[in-house]
């Protein structure tokens, strides 16, 4: 149980593009997704917090414009990154929890590899 | 906000020692510790997680024992395998998200 799948698994694309990555939580509810970069041999960093039906909650420093989030439904969270340049090049990576906020287990999807060139 | 460290960066261990990793947080109000492990390119994967009203958890030979007075928590495998090679995140809650540690890059040699 607890699965979430994460697409797409690797994208690369020209400099300018826009970029939309889709995570679903596959067999449960999710009200509360998170969304996290990583960068090679580097930490999780969270970039924002996606409530079901409201607006995200970004973290210092992240550009809203830039990381469009909108989380739909119960079960589907998107990413899109606009006008995407090589510094947003990084492992993108969701998590959903069943306990409604970080307080509890947090499952996540397997990562979208970003690729700007 | 919430600040994780987390020590050592890197540990090595010969197959069938014990690998300690040690992290410290400083909201007093996180309340929520959970040990993801990650192998390369993969997602993390929660491998055990403590509350702040236990002590100690224990799950094979994975352990997990935390300091609220301190502020510190720590990851313990006993009788390590080559396959627990891998980077370790611990994490804390700070009330509505998860701040993660530096990672600990572990290998175990056969």
């Known amino acids: 149980g607890a699965v979430v799948s994460q697409h797409p698994s690797w994208v690369i694309c020209k400099s300018g593009t826009s970029v939309k990555i889709e995570c679903r939580s596959l067999d449960f509810q999710a009200t509360t997704m998170f969304w996290y970069r990583q960068f090679p041999k580097q930490s999780l960093m969270l970039m924002a917090t996606s409530n079901e039906g409201s607006k995200a909650t970004y973290e210092q420093g992240v550009e809203k414009d830039k990381f469009l989030i909108n989380h739909a439904s119960l079960t589907l969270s998107t990413l899109t990154v606009t006008s995407a340049h090589p510094e947003d090049s990084s492992f993108y990576i969701c998590?959903?929890?069943?306990?409604?906020?970080?307080?509890?287990?947090?499952?996540f999807g397997d990562g979208t590899r970003l690729s700007i060139l | 906000g919430e600040n994780v460290e987390q020590h050592p960066s890197t540990l090595s261990v010969q197959e069938g020692d014990s690998a300690v990793i040690k992290c410290t947080y400083s909201?007093?109000?996180?309340?929520?510790f959970p040990w993801y492990k990650q192998e390369l390119g993969k997602r993390p994967q929660l491998i055990i997680d403590i509350r702040s009203n236990v002590g100690e958890k224990k799950d094979q030979r994975i352990a997990v024992t935390l300091n609220k007075t301190a502020k510190h928590f720590s990851l313990h495998i006993t009788e390590t395998q080559p396959e627990d090679s891998a980077v370790y995140f611990c994490?804390?809650?700070?009330?509505?998200?998860?701040?993660f540690g530096t990672g600990t890059r572990l290998q175990v040699f056969p």
């Open positions: 994490a804390a809650s700070d009330t509505d998200k998860l701040i």
């Open positions: 909201d007093s109000a996180s309340n929520y």
């Open positions: 998590s959903a929890t069943t306990a409604g906020t970080a307080i509890g287990p947090q499952h």
